[in-house]
């Protein structure tokens, strides 16, 4: 007979992207990989030595799920590990009382080492099922399971942390009840803590007190530095890697503006779903079912790592500086990283993933280069294989293009806002399958207060005055202007970087910022606009349509299709696949 527990995280997204300091958040979302991987084994494991349990991991220390499941059948086990990661994890037992002390002992090393962070956990019926070797039977097991387990999420208890007595101090980043003092803490129970995390706590902290949960956060930080470094990076970065937003991208004297993204595989619990349906038998579906899942943490790890070296051959090293350098020569400095007397000992690399090694991926990076590595990283993870009836890896992406500055929780909720909107783009092509990759953005200046659709509603007033959101490549039809090559070829237009051009736009740079003006009004107002400028056409779209070209706008559609490439012409650096590895 066999026990079904399935475990599955709640609130990760409060968990992680609720402090505004972004080394609390890596710290954070690397508990989170952890509770649902390596905490998992390890709680396994060290029944195999109280209890003498069989199990089918073996002795490894990588944070792949996958590397740690033996896929050979070993008959007789206490535990099997069917898949973990990426929030949760699904675990046959042999016994109800075997599942339920595991689950005893996972809870008790949570409520230790990452205070407040929340799970559940159910389990099939105490009287166990038998995998059947003829049908597929675990599937309805499994249904009945997760309705279950979305009632304990809907009913449970929520936890009244107490909130402090007269004597308490608060915790300056959480509000909760503070603890200790975050130097003495770590330094006293962490190894190896590098002089630059030192000098951040130091600054941000100083002599304040921190609650459990953010010391938690602060702990893991350097821990999911280190596992970036080898999953993501290949240790073959030379900069160093970001852990602070101020260190993706400042130019002094000019605005700062940081980008969070976030990104969505497209369906990826249906087609789970579907792959699983057409397997035979429940031995067949748990050895399907890890594998496919081992190929999509596999894919979305592949189409990463491939983004960061993408970032990395556009970055040049002159006069011992490091600068960023755009496909067209134009550059902008890196942030140095200093010591404690001041002096330069390295430059940071202007992208930092912060969710990673699932499905869902989120990264920070320099405002001036989002829209490039997004657009990049989508092309690059729809060439990744899957091997079911869709087979490629297709998903949407939100960019929130904000100041250094803003809200760390806010501009991140606005990326998953933006991701949402995507998904609007990728309906219209494909409802079905939906094998379209999309994405959409927005920048916001200043503290702009409400969702997407109030900020738009806001800041455009005109509906349509947007292309995107973007489909990468994909086309609605034959007349479709609503894609990144589009707007790729609109911005270059208008930045002068285009040579088959008629119109030298980067000349008419001021008249480029005033016809955003006339957009806004209309057709009518850009045909004046024309006339009063003598303005020959304006840039050209990958479709033949004179009438756009002169009236700025798409009747048929009663959308802009120049607007969002004139509001983006600062914060656009261009970037080449084809650029120099150095």
């Given at each position: 007979m066999a026990i079904l527990t399935v475990i599955d995280t709640t609130g990760t997204q409060s968990y992680i992207f609720g402090s505004n300091r972004l080394r609390e958040s890596i710290g954070a979302s690397e508990i989170v990989a952890r509770a649902t991987t390596r905490w998992v084994f390890d709680v396994?494991?060290?029944?195999?030595?109280?209890?003498?349990?069989?199990?089918?991991?073996?002795?490894?220390?990588?944070?792949?799920?996958?590397?740690?499941?033996?896929?050979?059948?070993?008959?007789?086990?206490?535990?099997?590990?069917?898949?973990?990661?990426?929030?949760?994890?699904?675990i046959l037992f042999d016994t109800f009382d075997n599942a339920k002390e595991f689950s005893k002992k996972y809870t008790g090393k949570l409520l230790k080492d990452a205070p407040n962070f929340q799970v559940v956990i159910a389990h099939s019926d105490c009287d166990g099922f038998s995998l059947d070797e003829n049908k597929l039977t675990i599937?309805?097991?499994?249904?009945?399971?997760?309705?279950?387990?979305?009632?304990?999420?809907?009913?449970?208890?929520?936890?009244?942390?107490?909130?402090?007595?007269?004597?308490?101090?608060?915790?300056?980043?959480?509000?909760?009840?503070?603890?200790?003092?975050?130097?003495?803490?770590?330094?006293?129970?962490?190894e190896n803590l590098p002089e630059e995390a030192i000098i951040a706590l130091e600054d941000k902290y100083k002599h304040n007190y921190l609650s459990a949960e953010t010391l938690a956060k602060l702990a893991?930080?350097?821990?999911?530095?280190?596992?970036?470094?080898?999953?993501?990076?290949?240790?073959?970065?030379?900069?160093?890697?970001?852990?602070?937003?101020?260190?993706?991208?400042?130019?002094?004297?000019?605005?700062?503006?940081?980008?969070?993204v976030h990104t969505d595989g497209n369906g990826m619990g249906e087609r789970i779903k579907l792959f699983g349906n057409k397997l035979q038998n429940d031995r067949e579906w748990i050895k399907g079912i890890r594998l496919f899942s081992s190929k999509i943490y596999t894919a979305n790890k592949n189409a990463l790592q491939e983004t960061v070296k993408y970032l990395n051959d556009h970055l040049k090293k002159i006069d011992d500086n490091w600068f960023f350098v755009s496909a067209d020569s134009e550059m902008f400095k890196l942030s140095p990283k200093k010591n404690k007397k001041g002096e330069i000992t390295n430059?940071?690399?202007?992208?930092?993933?912060?969710?990673?090694?699932?499905?869902?991926?989120?990264f920070v990076c320099d405002g001036r280069i989002a829209l490039n590595l997004t657009s990049f990283y989508l092309t690059k993870l729809r060439e990744q294989e899957l091997d079911d009836q869709v087979n490629y890896l297709y998903a949407r992406a939100g960019i929130a293009i904000v100041k250094s500055h803003f809200p760390f929780r806010r501009a991140y909720d606005l990326s998953e806002q933006l991701a949402k909107s995507a998904k609007e783009?990728?309906?219209?092509?494909?409802?079905?399958?939906?094998?379209?990759?999309?994405?959409?953005?927005?920048?916001?200046?200043?503290?702009?207060?409400?969702?997407?659709?109030?900020?738009?509603?806001?800041?455009?007033?005109?509906?349509?005055?947007?292309?995107?959101?973007?489909?990468?490549?994909?086309?609605?039809?034959?007349?479709?202007?609503?894609?990144?090559?589009?707007?790729?070829?609109?911005?270059?237009?208008?930045?002068?970087?285009?040579?088959?051009?008629?119109?030298?736009?980067?000349?008419?740079?001021?008249?480029?910022?005033?016809?955003?003006?006339?957009?806004?009004?209309?057709?009518?107002?850009?045909?004046?606009?024309?006339?009063?400028?003598?303005?020959?056409?304006?840039?050209?779209?990958?479709?033949a349509n004179k009438a756009i070209q002169e009236k700025g706008w798409d009747e048929s559609k009663q959308r802009c299709s120049y607007f969002d490439a004139i509001e983006m012409l600062d914060l656009f650096y261009r970037m080449e696949e084809t650029t120099e590895a150095k």
């Open positions: 396994i494991k060290s029944f195999e030595n109280e209890n003498g349990w069989m199990h089918n991991l073996k002795s490894s220390e990588e944070m792949n799920p996958f590397d740690e499941i033996d896929e050979n059948e070993i008959e007789n086990l206490q535990a099997e590990v069917i898949y973990c990661g990426g929030g949760n994890g699904f599937i309805g097991i499994l249904d009945s399971l997760m309705k279950k387990l979305n009632r304990k999420k809907a009913n449970r208890d929520i936890s009244t942390p107490l909130l402090g007595l007269a004597v308490s101090a608060q915790c300056v980043s959480s509000g909760g009840v503070a603890v200790a003092q975050p130097i003495p803490r770590l330094i006293d129970i962490r893991f930080a350097e821990k999911a530095t280190k596992r970036l470094k080898g999953e993501v990076f290949n240790n073959q970065i030379a900069l160093e890697i970001p852990r602070e937003l101020d260190d993706l991208g400042r130019t002094h004297d000019e605005a700062s503006y940081v980008a969070f430059y940071y690399f202007p992208l930092r993933p912060i969710i990673f090694g699932g499905e869902d991926i989120a783009r990728i309906n219209a092509i494909d409802q079905a399958e939906k094998k379209v990759a999309a994405m959409d953005w927005q920048v916001v200046a200043s503290g702009l207060l409400g969702n997407l659709n109030e900020i738009r509603e806001r800041e455009y007033i005109s509906a349509g005055l947007n292309m995107r959101p973007l489909s990468i490549d994909e086309r609605e039809s034959d007349d479709d202007w609503q894609t990144w090559k589009d707007f790729e070829k609109v911005i270059r237009a208008f930045q002068g970087t285009l040579s088959d051009e008629k119109t030298n736009w980067r000349e008419k740079r001021n008249k480029v910022k005033a016809l955003r003006e006339a957009l806004r009004n209309g057709k009518d107002a850009v045909e004046k606009f024309r006339g009063n400028y003598r303005l020959d056409l304006l840039p050209s779209l990958t479709i």
